[in-house]
């Protein structure tokens, strides 16, 4: 290190963990808190290992667009590997580059409106499960939809009906995935403590599915179709040395874009249930929406720039609730931030959730407010008060899809029902890799009159 490292100011803490208590018991809040008392950057420590967080939107797009070869993924991540390898979310620098330019073939704007018709069919499906009168875990029904449309456009296939185990091991992965991420526990990776064993089934499971998948695509090449699989075992690296990818590339892709790409949508698609049953003329005004727009049929990808409202829900769901709400990054080199000098292996860490929440950006942030996100207020507020997807080199490869998929089932959904929250207390979320409501979304379904 050729100058002395200079951290921003931080709380007080333990001289030997750090914040990790709070990291444990809900970082969440304390993030929040910690941006309320010190402003745009403050420093907490987890054991000896300092983080920085950074809550102010040029220093963010600092981390994420220009300097973002300065930082490698955190720790939550890199533990990661053990599902999804050297897939796009892991993998690092000019190879991750070199992987992000084959992967964005199956999601141009073209191949989005080719997986419309199976958000659609699902969304269908979803919409017709449902019985007037009835209450209803909302997350679990987004989930086995959002996994549904994930494995059609990924294989072609039902995993509803086809590999039915896959849901089952990926809820498994999730569940015990967050013991992995505290500090120390690699300790646990050999010993058959619970969080090993059902880590490493979950892992096996996956692994054995999807390998089986692509072997048998190999065995026969007329199975294959649009779907990631045949687009991404076609591609090559055409800048590079015009290779294709290997049988265990293609499983971390393809797991990447599974993880990526299920549970986020859930989330975000059960906050907007929940959020429209607190708001009611909100509600009525995305009912009539729907009704001009669609009249009575199905939403198709043509209705998408019309369905202007169902947008705003799902952009402000993603702001108040958002599904990836904390990106920590490690430097791997002294790095200047504003006045700050941060030293190498530091991380810097910052966070939707805390953003998102930002007075300065944000009139009443507590306040359910889709309006916000139409075009003009948009482009009035600073471009990283909003980042829900991230940004730079590795903004979220998914993210039109998620789009696509959020306001077709949103407006399916509002076609035909109502949903009512009876609790008397405000749903509270869980932050484990992603943010989800912590008990599920349990919500009375009423038919529309
Ligand atoms: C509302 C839904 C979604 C949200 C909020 C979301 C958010 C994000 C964010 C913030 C990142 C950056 C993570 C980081 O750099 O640490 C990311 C990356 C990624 N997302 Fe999404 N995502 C969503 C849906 C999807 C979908 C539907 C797919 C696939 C079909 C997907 C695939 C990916 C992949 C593969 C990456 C890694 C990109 C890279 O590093 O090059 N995501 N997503």
């Given at each position: 290190m050729s100058k002395r490292a200079v951290l921003p100011p931080g709380p007080k803490e333990s001289?030997?963990?750090?914040s990790l208590k709070h990291y444990l018991n809900d970082l969440p809040y304390y993030l929040l808190r910690l941006s309320r008392e010190y402003g745009n950057l403050c420093t907490f420590h987890l054991g000896k290992t300092p983080v920085v967080l950074v809550n102010e939107p040029d220093l963010i797009e600092q981390i994420l667009v220009k300097d973002s070869r300065k930082f490698i993924k955190g720790r939550g991540l890199q533990r990661a590997k053990v599902l999804l390898g050297e897939g796009l979310f892991t993998s690092e620098g000019d190879f991750h580059l070199r992987q992000r330019k084959m992967c964005?073939?199956?999601?141009?704007k073209r191949c989005m409106v080719g997986y419309q018709p199976i958000m659609q069919e699902y969304a269908k499906e979803a919409v017709e499960k449902l019985t007037d009168g009835e209450e209803r875990d909302m997350l679990k029904d987004m989930m086995q939809l959002t996994l549904r449309v994930i494995g059609k456009a990924a294989f072609g296939l039902d995993l509803a009906e086809d590999a039915p185990t896959v849901g089952t091991a990926f809820t498994e992965f999730l569940e015990w995935f967050p013991i992995r991420v505290v500090p120390g526990s690699e300790l646990l990776d050999h010993i058959p403590v619970p969080s090993t064993k059902h880590i490493d089934h979950a892992v096996k499971e996956l692994n054995s599915v999807i390998l089986g998948i692509i072997q048998k695509r190999r065995e026969n090449?007329?199975?294959?179709?649009?779907?990631f699989l045949s687009i991404l075992m076609h591609a090559v690296d055409e800048e590079g040395d015009g290779s294709k990818m290997t049988d265990e590339q293609l499983r971390a892709e393809i797991m990447s874009m599974f993880l990526g790409g299920h549970e986020t949508t859930a989330n975000a698609l059960s906050w907007c249930y929940y959020l429209l049953s607190l708001h009611p003329h909100i509600r009525e005004r995305v009912q009539q929406e729907v009704d001009t727009v669609l009249e009575g049929r199905l939403p198709t990808a043509e209705d998408y720039p019309k369905l202007e409202l169902c947008q705003q829900i799902f952009a402000e769901a993603l702001r108040m609730?958002?599904?990836?709400?904390f990106m920590p990054r490690e430097a791997v080199e002294d790095y200047q931030l504003g006045e700050y000098l941060i030293p190498k292996g530091a991380t810097v860490a910052v966070s939707q959730l805390v953003t998102h929440y930002d007075h300065r950006f944000w009139q009443e942030p507590m306040a359910f407010w889709p309006?916000?996100?139409?075009k003009e207020a948009a482009h009035a507020r600073p471009k990283f008060s909003y980042f829900p997807f991230s940004a730079g080199e590795r903004f979220c490869l998914g993210e039109k899809f998620a789009w696509l998929e959020g306001v077709t089932v949103l407006a399916a959904m509002m076609q035909k029902w109502e949903f009512h929250y009876e609790g008397n207390r405000p749903i509270n979320y869980v932050a484990s890799l992603t943010l989800r409501p912590k008990h599920g979304m349990h919500l009375r379904v009423r038919a529309r009159k």
């Open positions: 001289p030997v963990f750090g964005q073939k199956p999601f141009t090449p007329a199975t294959e179709g649009g779907d609730y958002p599904p990836v709400w309006e916000r996100h139409s």
